[in-house]
Every structure is written in C-alpha cells, then in structure tokens.
C-alpha cells in the first residue's frame, strides 16, 4: 500500500477515473429508465456520489479508519471533485456538486450502519435501492436498476480496496 496517504488518494481517484465511467456506461446501457439528456446527466451526477462512496469504502476497507484514510479521503476528493486555487471563489456548480456527494455520503453512510451485523448481508441491496432511487428521480426505478447498481458498487468497493493494497 502507498504509505503516503495523499500519494494514495491521488492513486484510487486514478482508478476511479478509469473505471466509473465504465461502470456507469454499462449500468446506462443495461437498467437505466429511458429518458432525456438531462435524465441521463442526473443519473451520471448520482452515479458519481455512489461510485465515489465506494472508493471511500475501499480505503477504509483497505487501511482502516483513522487520519491517514482521512487524509487519503480528501485527496481522492481534491482529484475528482477539484480544489479551489487558494482565494479563488468556488462556482455555483462546483458548490452544488460538492452538497450533492455530502448528502448521499451521509444517507449511504447511515443506510451501511443499519441493521449491525445482520444488516451487512443486505447493504449492497439497500445502497443500491437508494441509488437507484435518485438515479431514476421521480420514476420508479426498477429492481434490475436497484440490484445491478448494488452489484457495481460492491465490485467496486472490492476493487478500490484491491487498488489501494496493491499500489507502492
């Protein structure tokens, strides 16, 4: 594993690049409602939040939560999501899409603490029902949608855990 934990972040937002889009293609092509372009860029916006935290995931899968992976968070954070020139005012957007990863953060968060651990065998299911919840807006999102987002995310929390430890 990378022992600088900035220098790992940096890393796992490399993979989260390659790979995410990917992921989101796939799911798009597979489970998506039909929609417009703007149904389209909402559920890429959402699938950025879940793929995001699944790389969250994987850092602490793969060292722990303590401020090293707290560290490692913010630079993966800083990679994709962009930091702020030092004085520079953050735009609208930017603002937007940052409240947008914090919300899902702490609604995927709480719905990973229910149940304890007899909630762990269903978490994949219930992260991807949310998902798929905000992915399909006001439609209601099918269970393919729900179960194949689930399914994408588990991999990738495996993958970004895989990732992590793999990477000197």
């Given at each position: 594993?990378?022992?600088?934990?900035?220098r790992?972040g940096?890393?796992?937002?490399?993979?989260y690049?390659?790979?995410a889009p990917?992921?989101?293609?796939d799911?798009a092509?597979?489970?998506?409602?039909?929609?417009d372009?703007?149904?389209?860029e909402r559920?890429?916006?959402?699938?950025?939040c879940?793929?995001?935290?699944?790389?969250?995931r994987?850092?602490?899968?793969?060292?722990?939560?303590?401020?090293?992976?707290g560290?490692a968070i913010?630079?993966l954070?800083?990679?994709?999501?962009?930091?702020?020139?030092?004085g520079?005012?953050?735009?609208a957007?930017?603002?937007g899409?940052?409240?947008?990863?914090?919300?899902?953060?702490?609604?995927?968060?709480?719905i990973?603490?229910e149940g304890?651990?007899?909630?762990a065998?269903t978490v994949?299911?219930?992260l991807?029902?949310a998902?798929a919840?905000?992915?399909?807006a006001?439609?209601?999102?099918?269970?393919?949608?729900?179960?194949?987002?689930?399914?994408?995310?588990e991999q990738?929390v495996?993958?970004a855990?895989?990732?992590?430890?793999?990477?000197e």
């Amino acid at each position: 594993m990378i022992a600088d934990p900035a220098r790992r972040g940096r890393a796992l937002a490399g993979f989260y690049a390659a790979v995410a889009p990917r992921l989101f293609h796939d799911l798009a092509e597979s489970a998506l409602p039909a929609g417009d372009g703007a149904a389209l860029e909402r559920a890429r916006a959402e699938w950025e939040c879940f793929a995001l935290y699944a790389c969250v995931r994987g850092l602490v899968a793969a060292g722990g939560f303590n401020r090293e992976t707290g560290a490692a968070i913010e630079a993966l954070h800083e990679e994709t999501l962009g930091s702020l020139e030092p004085g520079a005012p953050e735009t609208a957007a930017a603002a937007g899409r940052r409240a947008l990863v914090a919300r899902r953060y702490a609604e995927y968060g709480a719905i990973g603490q229910e149940g304890g651990a007899a909630g762990a065998a269903t978490v994949a299911r219930r992260l991807g029902e949310a998902a798929a919840r905000h992915m399909a807006a006001h439609a209601d999102p099918a269970d393919a949608l729900a179960e194949l987002a689930g399914a994408l995310h588990e991999q990738l929390v495996e993958g970004a855990t895989e990732a992590v430890r793999a990477a000197e």
